[in-house]
T-cell receptor
Framework: DQQVKQNSPSLSVQEGRISILNCDYT??????FLWYKKYPAEGPTFLIS?????DKNEDGRFTVFLNKSAKHLSLHIVPSQPGDSAVYFC????????????????FGTGTRLKVLA | DSGVTQTPKHLITATGQRVTLRCSPR?????VYWYQQSLDQGLQFLIH???????AKGNILERFSAQQFPDLHSELNLSSLELGDSALYFC?????FGRGSYNEQFFGPGTRLTVL
C-alpha cells in the first residue's frame, strides 16, 4: 500500500520556466510534509517543508502548496535552473513523538526533473 | 556535507555472505533511519532507532538487522546475501522525531552494495 505517491516519474522544463512537482497521499493523519532533492551518487537533501495547519510555505524560488481536502501537495520552482535537475522526493510524516509507536515517515517514489538550458 | 557519515562507501561481496554497514549520525542527533534504494527506485524505509531503541520497522527482511549503540552510531547487518540485495543503503539522522522541525532528516552519502 503506497501511501505517498508521485505519479510522474519524470518531468522536463525549459530554463526560466516554472517546474511543478506533484505528490498525493492517502492517509489524512499525516501532519507534516517535506520535499527532498537528490543528485546522483549523493544522499537526499532537505529542501522545504510544510505543516498540515498551513496551505503554503515559501523559501526563495521554492514554494510548497498543500491541499488537505484533495490530499495533494505540490512543489513549485520558479524560475527553474539547470542546477535544479535532480530527483525530487516528497515525504509525509505522521507525528507520534518520543515513546510513541505511531510515528510514520514515508517517502514517495520520486520525480526526475530535467531543466533544459 | 550533511554531517552524517557512512562506511564503507562501496562494498562488493558474494551471495550467501554477511556484511555490516556503519553510520555515524550528526552530532546531537538521536534518531537514525536506514533506507534502501534499488536501481532508480524510491527510498524504502527499513528501520528507525531513537536513542538506542528501535522505534519503527518498515520493509526490512528478516535476514537484515540493525542496532544503535550508546554512542549513537548505528550498524545495519545484512546476512545470507542475495543478488537482489544489491542497492544503495542510506542512513539518515534527525534531532528527534515527532512534529515540526524534528522531522528534517540529514542523509549520509550512502553505501553501494554489490552482491555477485
Amino acid at each position: 500500500d503506497q501511501q505517498v505517491k508521485q505519479n510522474s516519474p519524470s518531468l522536463s522544463v525549459q530554463e526560466g520556466r516554472i517546474s511543478i512537482l506533484n505528490c498525493d497521499y492517502t492517509n489524512s493523519m499525516f501532519d507534516y510534509f517535506l520535499w527532498y532533492k537528490k543528485y546522483p551518487a549523493e544522499g537526499p537533501t532537505f529542501l522545504i517543508s510544510i505543516s498540515s495547519i498551513k496551505d503554503k510555505n515559501e523559501d526563495g524560488r521554492f514554494t510548497v502548496f498543500l491541499n488537505k481536502s484533495a490530499k495533494h501537495l505540490s512543489l513549485h520552482i520558479v524560475p527553474s535552473q539547470p542546477g535544479d535537475s535532480a530527483v525530487y522526493f516528497c515525504a509525509a510524516v505522521k507525528g507520534g513523538g518520543v515513546g510513541s509507536g505511531t510515528y510514520k515517515y514515508i517517502f514517495g517514489t520520486g520525480t526526475r526533473l530535467k531543466v533544459l538550458a | 556535507d550533511s554531517g552524517v557519515t557512512q562506511t564503507p562507501k562501496h562494498l562488493i561481496t558474494a551471495t550467501g555472505q554477511r556484511v555490516t554497514l556503519r553510520c555515524s549520525p550528526r552530532s546531537g542527533d538521536l534518531s537514525v533511519y536506514w533506507y534502501q534504494q534499488s536501481l532508480d527506485q524510491g527510498l524504502q524505509f527499513l528501520i528507525h532507532y531513537y536513542n538506542g531503541e528501535e522505534r519503527a520497522k518498515g520493509n526490512i527482511l528478516e535476514r537484515f538487522s540493525a542496532q544503535q549503540f550508546p554512542d549513537l552510531h548505528s550498524e545495519l547487518n545484512l546476512s545470507s546475501l542475495e543478488l537482489g540485495d544489491s542497492a544503495l543503503y542510506f542512513c539518515a539522522s534527525s534531532v528527534a522525531f515527532g512534529r515540526g522541525s524534528y522531522n528534517e532528516q540529514f542523509f549520509g552519502p550512502g553505501t553501494r552494495l554489490t552482491v555477485l
